[in-house]
């Protein structure tokens, strides 16, 4: 034992640090592979990260790994680097990082191979069916015929028709080496003979793909475009070069619902490029399918959602991060990952260009160009001949809303469908209504473990909070007097019946986290939009995503002012590229589009901003305040929250762990808090946090790596449930 090889085993666990095993008896697992190892009274899959000489452990303690899963390593040299890297920049357990970066097959051990499992004759047992070896067993002699008979060999369905118990027999031939067993990848490339012809780019679009092309090396670029002003198009051309070179692109889209549309757009233009997908809505074979091919360098094009940032690349080229801006990159549960920052850092590792593409980047993004470090390319006008939109007001001071519709919003929509447009609705809150009220005594139904109001489900029957998943039946009376309860304010849900009662000959389609339940529930509804069955689009942040619907005309923002007042530094921000993003869906075409906002704040500077001078000058200003306020990307956060069932507790470990920090090292970074957090009761739990606030990023990352050991060793740390997030980009 004194000779083996120690092995550093990162294990889904929430531990900073890996474990170390001793090698199975007679192998040398390197660095990427997996193995299968005995796991306090269990078993549980690892990744080999390192081998040692030496354990801090005493040899009488050490155990042995069970068995290698992988005949070479999984993970590659660059993709461990990755994980390492991320683990320690975002101070979360290697062995959870691992897991985050393979599909949920392989965490739980499955062989890798994905194939189809075949079986066929080797030499030996072409031989043996010839000379009739077999003939005193009938159902081996009848395998050993049907095999000779399938040059690719049979699988298990078809050897079934051959001998109904043909398994044994199987396992006999394969014991006599007459029959082997294999995996047949019989993975269908895309469909199309033709690939679709490109466009003519506009010189702006020319501009930003030759200076993307020409980049040697690491490059970031932030591509900056209006909403239908061709960012597509720009990736579209740059990965046709990388194909060209025989490299592979990886795409990132903030939401699966982005994908069926851009996957088909890219599937036309690249018929035989092998695109793969990888989000959350497949399977777990089709997930680890995908994730395999791009391994092995069959894909030239990947495209997912976040987590396939960590995707290993066989001929790495580009990096795409589509709606760069977007939120839907930053995991906000569990290991807290930047997709979007992982990419850039990925893409310098690998020394191949990397594009952040928006029409209204994030603050961040915007200061990195300005500041030199990323290249920004713009792309100023929309394609073809559409104009941008018009924008109009309307004051609901002056105008009263019936079930979330004023007049004017009502007589554009029907004069928008009479000329045979579409009309696409926005209004960000789902349900028929926010709430139910008594006016008797103004109670309304709270959630028992939220403090948030509980949501009508009409056509369900149900009330619900949207924080903690909690529902039951309507309430019938007022809990408090006994009074009638009634539905206040407007939903999707209320919006679509009163839309219908409007607009009755007019097919609507609503999307929301409600009506797309089911794996193909989003593919659907955009279906009947992009065909121009559906007349009327109704949706949630979902139609925010940079969805291309060139039949709309007519865009309404049902209510302006959610986020006008928001507590988080970046409700601005976030606001400011909803409404930009929304607005942009219409008059995308030939025909122009109008834009209607609903709002009681018409006046209000960031409306008025926005409308009269875009989101370049909005930035402008918003990033000036951040400056002088001393938030990011002026500076650079860490967020320690903490949780429990009553308040005290939760305040108690935030305040020690504060105290903990005090004696580290505090130099130029300011530690504020503890605070509950702004919804403090969630989920029956009671929510606290601690902000950390540092003028760079080292002076951060230095602090963070010894604050999370101390707190760590507090006495209520085994027993608190807290978590470290940084680079925190909701405050909640």
């Excluded at 506009?202 to 932030?222: C, H, K, R, Y």
């Excluded at 601690?690 to 060793?713: C, G, I, K």
């Amino acid at each position: 034992m004194s000779g083996d090889a120690i092995l550093k085993v990162a294990i889904d666990a929430p531990v900073m640090g890996t474990f170390d095993y001793l090698a199975p008896a007679g192998t040398s697992p390197q660095p990427g592979q997996r193995l299968r190892v005995p796991f306090r009274s269990g078993k549980r899959v690892g990744v080999v990260l390192a081998t040692a000489k030496q354990s801090a452990l005493p040899a009488s303690r050490l155990r042995r790994a069970l068995e290698v899963l992988d005949p070479e390593p999984l993970l590659d040299a660059p993709l461990l680097a990755l994980l390492d890297w991320a683990s320690g920049y975002y101070q979360h357990p290697p062995g959870e990082v691992c897991a985050t970066a393979m599909p949920r097959l392989l965490r739980h051990g499955r062989d890798a191979d994905t194939g189809r499992l075949v079986w066929q004759l080797t030499p030996a047992g072409r031989s043996a069916q010839e000379t009739g070896a077999a003939a005193r067993a009938p159902v081996q002699s009848r395998l050993l015929a049907a095999l000779a008979a399938a040059a690719d060999g049979l699988d298990a369905d078809a050897l079934a028709t051959v001998a109904a118990r043909w398994r044994p027999a199987a396992r006999e031939l394969e014991r006599r080496g007459w029959v082997r067993r294999r995996r047949h990848d019989a993975w269908e490339r895309d469909a199309g003979p033709v690939a679709e012809p490109a466009p003519t780019p506009t010189p702006a679009q020319a501009e930003a793909v030759a200076s993307i092309t020409a980049a040697d090396g690491f490059q970031p670029f932030l591509l900056q475009g209006v909403t239908g002003s061709g960012k597509t198009e720009v990736y579209l051309r740059c990965i046709a070069g990388q194909l060209a070179a025989g490299r592979q692109s990886l795409v990132l889209v903030p939401e699966i619902g982005l994908t069926p549309q851009l996957v088909a757009r890219f599937r036309r233009r690249f018929p035989d490029a092998g695109s793969v997908v990888l989000h959350s809505g497949l399977t777990d074979l089709q997930r680890l399918q995908a994730w395999q091919r791009a391994r092995a360098g069959q894909a030239g094009i990947i495209i997912g959602t976040r987590s396939a940032v960590f995707t290993p690349l066989a001929r790495p080229g580009l990096i795409v991060v589509d709606e760069e801006h977007d939120g839907s990159f930053k995991q906000q549960d569990g290991f807290r990952y930047s997709a979007r920052d992982i990419a850039v850092w990925r893409a310098r590792q690998l020394g191949v260009p990397v594009v952040l593409g928006s029409a209204t980047p994030s603050l961040e993004s915007l200061a990195n160009a300005v500041a030199g470090r990323y290249r920004r390319l713009r792309l100023p006008e929309r394609t073809g001949t559409a104009g941008h939109p018009s924008v109009h007001f309307v004051d609901l001071r002056r105008h009263v809303a019936t079930d979330g519709l004023a007049q004017p919003l009502v007589a554009a929509i029907g004069r928008h469908l009479d000329a045979g447009g579409q009309v696409l609705l926005y209004l960000n809150r789902r349900g028929y209504a926010p709430t139910l009220m008594c006016p008797g005594c103004g109670q309304c139904v709270e959630c028992g473990r939220c403090d948030a109001r509980m949501v009508l489900h009409r056509r369900e029957r149900r009330i619900s909070c949207h924080h903690c998943g909690a529902s039951r039946p309507v309430p019938e009376r007022c809990a408090a007097c006994g009074g009638e309860l009634f539905a206040v304010g407007q939903g999707t849900e209320r919006l679509e019946a009163a839309l219908g009662e409007l607009f009755s000959g007019q097919p609507l389609v609503r999307l929301d986290r409600d009506s797309t339940r089911g794996r193909d529930g989003i593919a659907q509804r955009l279906d009947e939009v992009a065909s121009g069955r559906a007349r009327i689009l109704l949706g949630t942040q979902m139609l925010t995503k940079g969805h291309d619907f060139p039949g709309v005309t007519l865009v309404g923002i049902i209510d302006a002012d959610q986020g006008l007042f928001g507590t988080d530094f970046r409700a601005a921000e976030k606001l400011a590229q909803t409404f930009v993003q929304v607005s942009g869906r219409a008059g995308r075409a030939d025909r122009p589009g109008e834009v209607y906002i609903q709002t009681l704040f018409p006046d209000h500077p960031l409306l008025q901003v926005l409308v009269r001078e875009g989101y370049e000058r909005f930035a402008e200003e918003a990033l000036a305040e951040r400056r002088a306020a001393g938030w990011p990307p002026f500076s650079f956060l860490a967020m320690l929250r903490a949780e429990a069932v009553a308040r005290e507790p939760a305040l108690a470990f935030l305040a020690r762990a504060r105290a903990a920090g005090e004696d580290c090292d505090t130099t130029d970074l300011r530690l504020l808090g503890p605070a509950p957090a702004p919804m403090e009761r969630r989920a029956g739990r009671y929510r606290a946090q601690v902000l950390v606030e540092a003028a760079s990023r080292s002076r951060l990352q230095q602090f963070l790596a010894t604050w999370r050991e101390r707190v760590a060793a507090l006495p209520e740390a085994g027993h608190t449930r807290w978590s470290l997030d940084v680079d925190p980009v909701d405050l909640f």
